[in-house]
Protein backbone atom coordinates (compact mmCIF):
# COMPACT_ATOMS: atom_id res chain seq x y z
CA UNK A 1 0.00 0.00 0.00
CA UNK A 2 1.22 3.57 -0.78
CA UNK A 3 0.03 6.50 0.93
CA UNK A 4 0.53 9.39 -1.54
CA UNK A 5 0.15 11.86 0.93
CA UNK A 6 1.64 11.38 3.94
CA UNK A 7 4.26 9.49 1.96
CA UNK A 8 4.50 6.41 3.50
CA UNK A 9 5.40 2.96 1.28
CA UNK A 10 3.71 0.08 3.37
CA UNK A 11 4.88 -3.62 2.64
CA UNK A 12 5.64 -7.10 3.96
CA UNK A 13 8.61 -8.82 4.84
CA UNK A 14 10.78 -11.28 6.63
CA UNK A 15 14.25 -12.09 7.75
CA UNK A 16 14.55 -8.72 9.35
CA UNK A 17 14.30 -9.00 13.22
CA UNK A 18 16.86 -11.01 15.15
CA UNK A 19 15.76 -14.59 16.16
CA UNK A 20 12.01 -14.61 14.30
CA UNK A 21 11.50 -17.66 12.01
CA UNK A 22 13.01 -16.57 8.61
CA UNK A 23 9.39 -17.16 6.94
CA UNK A 24 7.29 -15.28 9.63
CA UNK A 25 6.09 -12.12 7.41
CA UNK A 26 5.72 -8.54 9.17
CA UNK A 27 3.98 -5.41 8.19
CA UNK A 28 6.57 -2.21 7.90
CA UNK A 29 6.53 1.25 6.52
CA UNK A 30 9.02 3.48 5.07
CA UNK A 31 9.24 6.85 3.51
CA UNK A 32 10.30 6.90 -0.27
CA UNK A 33 13.78 8.32 0.95
CA UNK A 34 14.65 5.08 3.14
CA UNK A 35 13.79 6.86 6.30
CA UNK A 36 11.12 5.94 8.88
CA UNK A 37 11.26 1.97 8.55
CA UNK A 38 9.02 1.04 11.60
CA UNK A 39 7.60 -2.41 11.96
CA UNK A 40 3.80 -2.07 12.75
CA UNK A 41 2.97 -5.98 13.53
CA UNK A 42 4.60 -7.20 17.23
CA UNK A 43 3.46 -10.64 16.97
CA UNK A 44 6.13 -13.26 16.44
CA UNK A 45 4.13 -14.74 14.04
CA UNK A 46 3.31 -15.02 10.08
CA UNK A 47 0.84 -12.06 8.91
CA UNK A 48 -2.10 -11.77 6.65
CA UNK A 49 -2.62 -8.32 5.89
CA UNK A 50 -5.45 -5.62 3.94
CA UNK A 51 -5.48 -2.31 3.79
CA UNK A 52 -9.11 -0.52 4.62
CA UNK A 53 -10.15 1.39 0.93
CA UNK A 54 -9.07 5.17 2.60
CA UNK A 55 -5.27 2.97 3.75
CA UNK A 56 -6.09 4.58 7.51
CA UNK A 57 -6.66 1.23 8.86
CA UNK A 58 -5.29 -2.44 8.03
CA UNK A 59 -6.39 -5.53 9.67
CA UNK A 60 -3.75 -7.86 10.32
CA UNK A 61 -4.51 -11.62 11.06
CA UNK A 62 -1.66 -13.50 13.01
CA UNK A 63 -0.68 -17.29 13.81
CA UNK A 64 1.87 -19.73 14.00
CA UNK A 65 1.73 -23.25 13.43
CA UNK A 66 1.89 -23.44 17.41
CA UNK A 67 -0.83 -20.49 17.96
CA UNK A 68 -4.47 -19.81 16.76
CA UNK A 69 -5.11 -16.98 14.94
CA UNK A 70 -5.77 -13.36 16.09
CA UNK A 71 -7.56 -10.99 13.89
CA UNK A 72 -6.99 -7.51 14.66
CA UNK A 73 -7.91 -3.47 13.66
CA UNK A 74 -4.98 -1.55 13.40
CA UNK A 75 -4.07 2.19 12.32
CA UNK A 76 -1.92 3.20 9.59
CA UNK A 77 0.99 3.76 12.22
CA UNK A 78 0.55 0.02 13.62
CA UNK A 79 -1.65 1.24 16.63
CA UNK A 80 -4.00 -1.02 18.10
CA UNK A 81 -8.14 -0.34 17.68
CA UNK A 82 -9.75 -3.60 18.50
CA UNK A 83 -9.28 -7.27 18.50
CA UNK A 84 -11.96 -8.44 16.01
CA UNK A 85 -11.41 -11.94 16.84
CA UNK A 86 -9.50 -14.92 18.45
CA UNK A 87 -9.77 -18.76 17.15
CA UNK A 88 -11.30 -20.80 19.81
CA UNK A 89 -9.78 -24.31 19.46
CA UNK A 90 -11.57 -25.50 23.12
CA UNK A 91 -13.06 -28.44 20.78
CA UNK A 92 -9.77 -29.37 19.49
CA UNK A 93 -7.42 -29.23 23.00
CA UNK A 94 -10.35 -31.69 23.91
CA UNK A 95 -10.14 -34.35 21.34
CA UNK A 96 -6.59 -34.61 22.23
CA UNK A 97 -4.42 -31.86 19.97
CA UNK A 98 -0.72 -32.62 18.48
CA UNK A 99 2.14 -30.70 19.82
CA UNK A 100 3.63 -28.75 16.53
CA UNK A 101 6.67 -27.07 16.90
CA UNK A 102 9.65 -25.43 14.60
CA UNK A 103 12.68 -26.07 14.51
CA UNK A 104 15.82 -24.65 12.97
CA UNK A 105 18.51 -26.70 11.80
CA UNK A 106 21.79 -26.49 9.78
CA UNK A 107 21.08 -27.50 5.41
CA UNK A 108 23.82 -30.27 4.16
CA UNK A 109 26.27 -27.58 4.06
CA UNK A 110 26.10 -27.24 8.01
CA UNK A 111 26.15 -23.52 7.37
CA UNK A 112 22.77 -22.70 6.01
CA UNK A 113 19.91 -21.95 8.35
CA UNK A 114 16.44 -24.14 7.70
CA UNK A 115 13.53 -24.47 9.19
CA UNK A 116 10.97 -27.57 9.97
CA UNK A 117 8.08 -28.25 11.53
CA UNK A 118 7.90 -31.07 13.93
CA UNK A 119 4.47 -32.71 14.76
CA UNK A 120 4.11 -35.01 17.83
CA UNK A 121 1.55 -37.71 18.06
CA UNK A 122 -0.93 -36.38 20.72
CA UNK A 123 -0.75 -39.61 22.92
CA UNK A 124 3.30 -39.20 22.44
CA UNK A 125 5.51 -40.99 24.95
CA UNK A 126 8.73 -39.71 25.45
CA UNK A 127 10.08 -43.28 26.95
CA UNK A 128 9.02 -44.94 23.34
CA UNK A 129 10.23 -44.71 19.94
CA UNK A 130 8.67 -43.44 16.91
CA UNK A 131 8.69 -44.42 13.02
CA UNK A 132 9.32 -40.95 11.64
CA UNK A 133 7.41 -39.46 8.21
CA UNK A 134 8.67 -36.92 6.07
CA UNK A 135 5.99 -35.05 4.82
CA UNK A 136 7.41 -33.23 1.54
CA UNK A 137 6.47 -31.27 -1.65
CA UNK A 138 9.26 -30.03 -2.69
CA UNK A 139 8.66 -28.28 -6.01
CA UNK A 140 10.84 -25.11 -6.70
CA UNK A 141 8.87 -22.12 -5.64
CA UNK A 142 6.71 -23.55 -2.69
CA UNK A 143 7.47 -23.90 0.95
CA UNK A 144 6.08 -25.63 4.46
CA UNK A 145 3.12 -24.60 5.97
CA UNK A 146 3.90 -21.68 8.66
CA UNK A 147 0.34 -20.61 9.51
CA UNK A 148 -1.68 -22.56 12.70
CA UNK A 149 -3.34 -26.25 11.31
CA UNK A 150 -4.85 -28.84 13.44
CA UNK A 151 -2.05 -31.13 12.77
CA UNK A 152 -1.13 -34.28 10.82
CA UNK A 153 -4.25 -36.74 11.32
CA UNK A 154 -1.54 -39.31 10.34
CA UNK A 155 0.51 -38.79 13.20
CA UNK A 156 -1.99 -40.10 15.54
CA UNK A 157 -1.14 -43.87 13.74
CA UNK A 158 1.91 -43.28 16.42
CA UNK A 159 4.40 -41.63 14.29
CA UNK A 160 6.36 -38.13 14.50
CA UNK A 161 5.48 -36.13 11.25
CA UNK A 162 8.14 -33.83 9.50
CA UNK A 163 8.11 -31.03 7.45
CA UNK A 164 11.12 -29.57 5.58
CA UNK A 165 11.99 -26.72 3.67
CA UNK A 166 15.54 -27.22 2.21
CA UNK A 167 17.74 -25.49 0.16
CA UNK A 168 15.96 -25.08 -3.65
CA UNK A 169 12.54 -23.47 -2.05
CA UNK A 170 10.68 -20.07 -2.22
CA UNK A 171 10.48 -17.39 0.45
CA UNK A 172 14.46 -16.74 0.88
CA UNK A 173 17.54 -14.98 -0.51
CA UNK A 174 17.60 -15.71 -4.93
CA UNK A 175 20.64 -17.84 -4.05
CA UNK A 176 18.49 -19.75 -1.77
CA UNK A 177 16.15 -20.82 -4.64
CA UNK A 178 18.11 -20.97 -7.51
CA UNK A 179 20.23 -23.52 -6.05
CA UNK A 180 17.47 -25.99 -7.62
CA UNK A 181 17.64 -24.32 -11.41
CA UNK A 182 18.99 -26.12 -13.49
CA UNK A 183 19.51 -29.46 -11.44
CA UNK A 184 16.41 -31.03 -12.95
CA UNK A 185 14.87 -31.10 -9.60
CA UNK A 186 16.97 -34.08 -8.31
CA UNK A 187 17.53 -31.86 -5.21
CA UNK A 188 14.23 -29.54 -5.43
CA UNK A 189 13.27 -29.10 -2.26
CA UNK A 190 16.54 -30.26 -0.86
CA UNK A 191 16.26 -34.03 -0.23
CA UNK A 192 19.90 -33.88 1.73
CA UNK A 193 18.74 -31.09 3.95
CA UNK A 194 15.35 -33.50 4.70
CA UNK A 195 18.29 -35.73 5.43
CA UNK A 196 20.41 -33.29 7.55
CA UNK A 197 17.07 -32.18 9.94
CA UNK A 198 15.76 -35.25 10.52
CA UNK A 199 19.15 -36.58 11.74
CA UNK A 200 19.68 -33.18 13.85
CA UNK A 201 16.24 -33.93 15.39
CA UNK A 202 17.18 -37.93 16.16
CA UNK A 203 20.09 -36.56 17.98
CA UNK A 204 18.18 -33.85 20.13
CA UNK A 205 15.40 -36.75 20.90
CA UNK A 206 15.66 -40.30 21.55
CA UNK A 207 11.81 -40.63 20.22
CA UNK A 208 13.15 -40.35 16.86
CA UNK A 209 13.95 -43.93 15.33
CA UNK A 210 15.93 -43.36 12.76
CA UNK A 211 15.93 -46.73 11.38
CA UNK A 212 12.44 -46.17 10.29
CA UNK A 213 12.09 -43.46 8.22
CA UNK A 214 9.52 -43.03 6.00
CA UNK A 215 8.24 -40.33 3.22
CA UNK A 216 4.81 -39.35 1.11
CA UNK A 217 3.95 -36.75 -1.23
CA UNK A 218 1.40 -35.79 -3.74
CA UNK A 219 1.50 -34.39 -7.02
CA UNK A 220 5.42 -32.68 -6.97
CA UNK A 221 5.62 -34.30 -3.68
CA UNK A 222 4.71 -37.41 -4.94
CA UNK A 223 7.84 -37.05 -7.43
CA UNK A 224 10.37 -35.77 -4.54
CA UNK A 225 8.76 -38.87 -2.30
CA UNK A 226 10.24 -41.18 -5.38
CA UNK A 227 12.97 -39.79 -5.62
CA UNK A 228 14.01 -39.86 -2.43
CA UNK A 229 13.79 -43.65 -1.99
CA UNK A 230 15.11 -43.80 -5.21
CA UNK A 231 18.37 -42.22 -4.20
CA UNK A 232 18.55 -42.60 -0.58
CA UNK A 233 17.32 -45.96 -0.18
CA UNK A 234 19.65 -46.17 3.18
CA UNK A 235 17.78 -43.68 4.95
CA UNK A 236 14.29 -43.71 3.38
CA UNK A 237 12.96 -47.27 4.11
CA UNK A 238 9.15 -46.63 2.64
CA UNK A 239 7.75 -43.94 0.63
CA UNK A 240 4.14 -43.66 -0.67
CA UNK A 241 3.52 -41.14 -4.06
CA UNK A 242 0.31 -39.75 -4.84
CA UNK A 243 -0.24 -38.22 -8.70
CA UNK A 244 3.57 -37.79 -8.67
CA UNK A 245 4.76 -35.85 -11.28
CA UNK A 246 7.61 -37.53 -12.35
CA UNK A 247 8.98 -36.01 -15.58
CA UNK A 248 8.18 -32.43 -16.34
CA UNK A 249 8.10 -33.49 -19.88
CA UNK A 250 4.22 -34.90 -19.63
CA UNK A 251 3.66 -31.99 -17.44
CA UNK A 252 3.35 -27.99 -18.20
CA UNK A 253 6.05 -27.36 -20.16
CA UNK A 254 6.52 -23.53 -19.27
CA UNK A 255 7.14 -24.67 -15.60
CA UNK A 256 9.49 -27.30 -15.91
CA UNK A 257 11.32 -24.20 -18.12
CA UNK A 258 11.02 -22.16 -15.20
CA UNK A 259 12.92 -23.79 -13.18
CA UNK A 260 14.96 -26.49 -15.31
CA UNK A 261 15.84 -24.39 -18.59
CA UNK A 262 14.83 -24.39 -22.11
CA UNK A 263 14.61 -28.49 -23.05
CA UNK A 264 16.25 -27.84 -26.21
CA UNK A 265 19.26 -25.77 -24.77
CA UNK A 266 19.91 -29.17 -21.81
CA UNK A 267 18.18 -31.83 -22.16
CA UNK A 268 20.79 -33.86 -19.71
CA UNK A 269 18.91 -31.80 -17.55
CA UNK A 270 15.63 -32.97 -18.22
CA UNK A 271 16.53 -36.43 -18.00
CA UNK A 272 18.18 -35.88 -14.85
CA UNK A 273 14.91 -35.07 -13.30
CA UNK A 274 12.92 -37.61 -15.08
CA UNK A 275 12.18 -40.39 -12.15
CA UNK A 276 12.20 -43.40 -14.19
CA UNK A 277 15.83 -42.62 -15.05
CA UNK A 278 16.99 -43.43 -11.63
CA UNK A 279 15.57 -46.65 -10.77
CA UNK A 280 18.61 -48.55 -10.38
CA UNK A 281 19.39 -48.03 -6.72
CA UNK A 282 15.83 -48.77 -5.59
CA UNK A 283 15.21 -50.88 -2.04
CA UNK A 284 12.50 -51.04 0.46
CA UNK A 285 8.93 -50.31 -0.26
CA UNK A 286 6.93 -48.14 -2.68
CA UNK A 287 3.60 -47.66 -3.52
CA UNK A 288 2.44 -45.67 -6.64
CA UNK A 289 -1.29 -44.69 -6.85
CA UNK A 290 -2.90 -42.18 -9.30
CA UNK A 291 -6.28 -41.47 -10.38
CA UNK A 292 -6.81 -42.93 -14.17
CA UNK A 293 -8.52 -39.49 -14.82
CA UNK A 294 -6.52 -37.12 -13.53
CA UNK A 295 -6.91 -33.54 -14.72
CA UNK A 296 -3.77 -32.45 -14.36
CA UNK A 297 -0.95 -34.39 -13.99
CA UNK A 298 -1.35 -37.36 -16.29
CA UNK A 299 -1.07 -40.95 -15.52
CA UNK A 300 1.38 -41.88 -18.15
CA UNK A 301 3.95 -39.73 -15.52
CA UNK A 302 3.25 -42.70 -13.02
CA UNK A 303 3.23 -45.36 -15.67
CA UNK A 304 6.70 -44.27 -16.91
CA UNK A 305 8.32 -44.84 -13.43
CA UNK A 306 6.08 -48.21 -13.44
CA UNK A 307 7.76 -49.07 -16.69
CA UNK A 308 11.46 -48.65 -15.33
CA UNK A 309 10.81 -50.61 -12.16
CA UNK A 310 9.14 -53.94 -14.46
CA UNK A 311 12.26 -53.56 -16.48
CA UNK A 312 14.61 -53.29 -13.86
CA UNK A 313 12.65 -56.31 -12.03
CA UNK A 314 12.28 -54.16 -8.87
CA UNK A 315 9.20 -55.23 -7.04
CA UNK A 316 6.99 -51.95 -5.73
CA UNK A 317 3.06 -51.43 -5.14
CA UNK A 318 0.57 -49.51 -7.36
CA UNK A 319 -3.15 -47.93 -6.98
CA UNK A 320 -5.39 -47.25 -9.95
CA UNK A 321 -8.07 -45.31 -8.77
CA UNK A 322 -10.97 -45.35 -11.64
CA UNK A 323 -12.69 -41.99 -11.97
CA UNK A 324 -10.35 -39.97 -9.85
CA UNK A 325 -8.54 -36.78 -10.78
CA UNK A 326 -6.24 -34.06 -9.53
CA UNK A 327 -7.80 -34.42 -5.96
CA UNK A 328 -6.99 -38.23 -5.44
CA UNK A 329 -5.47 -37.20 -2.08
CA UNK A 330 -8.64 -36.41 -0.88
CA UNK A 331 -9.64 -40.02 -1.67
CA UNK A 332 -10.95 -41.86 1.33
CA UNK A 333 -10.16 -44.87 -0.23
CA UNK A 334 -6.51 -43.31 -1.25
CA UNK A 335 -5.98 -41.93 2.39
CA UNK A 336 -6.66 -45.22 4.16
CA UNK A 337 -3.96 -47.51 1.63
CA UNK A 338 -1.51 -44.41 2.40
CA UNK A 339 -2.10 -45.01 6.09
CA UNK A 340 -2.36 -48.48 6.30
CA UNK A 341 1.27 -48.98 4.28
CA UNK A 342 3.10 -46.95 6.73
CA UNK A 343 1.54 -48.90 9.10
CA UNK A 344 1.78 -52.13 7.54
CA UNK A 345 5.90 -51.51 6.55
CA UNK A 346 6.98 -49.07 9.04
CA UNK A 347 5.59 -49.61 12.36
CA UNK A 348 5.54 -53.27 11.50
CA UNK A 349 1.76 -53.80 12.69
CA UNK A 350 -1.07 -54.80 10.99
CA UNK A 351 -3.63 -52.08 10.56
CA UNK A 352 -7.42 -53.55 10.95
CA UNK A 353 -9.11 -54.93 8.33
CA UNK A 354 -11.85 -52.85 6.12
CA UNK A 355 -12.18 -49.80 7.76
CA UNK A 356 -13.48 -46.52 5.74
CA UNK A 357 -12.08 -43.08 6.13
CA UNK A 358 -14.93 -40.78 6.43
CA UNK A 359 -14.70 -37.94 3.41
CA UNK A 360 -14.14 -34.93 5.10
CA UNK A 361 -17.29 -32.50 6.51
CA UNK A 362 -19.32 -36.02 6.08
CA UNK A 363 -20.20 -37.75 9.23
CA UNK A 364 -22.58 -40.24 7.41
CA UNK A 365 -22.32 -43.76 8.60
CA UNK A 366 -21.98 -44.87 4.99
CA UNK A 367 -19.07 -42.98 4.82
CA UNK A 368 -17.90 -44.12 8.27
CA UNK A 369 -18.69 -47.92 7.37
CA UNK A 370 -17.03 -50.89 9.55
CA UNK A 371 -15.22 -48.06 11.49
CA UNK A 372 -12.42 -45.67 11.17
Avoid: C
Avoid at 162 to 176: A, L, N, Q
Avoid at 196 to 224: C, M, W
Wanted: hydrophobic residues 35%; neutral net charge.
Amino acid sequence: HVDQKAKWIYFRASGREPGMDLYYFQLYRVKPDGSGLTRLTPDDAQHEVSFSPDGRYFIARSSRVDLPPTTVLRRADGSLVRVLEKADISALTALGRQRIERFRGKARDGVTDIYATVYWPSDFDPKRRYPVLDDIYGFPGVKALTVFNPGKPIAELGFIVVEVDGIGTGRRSKEFSDASYGNGWAQAGGLLDHIAIIKQLGARNPSFDLERVGIYGYSGGGHTATRAILDYPEFFKVAVAGAGSHDVRLYQYEWGEHYVGQLAEDPEAFDLQANSRHVAKFAGKLLLAHGDMDDDVSIASTMQVVDALIKANKDFDMLVVPGATHDLHLHPYYIRRQWDYFVRHLSGREPPAGYRVAPAGYRGSEAAGGGS
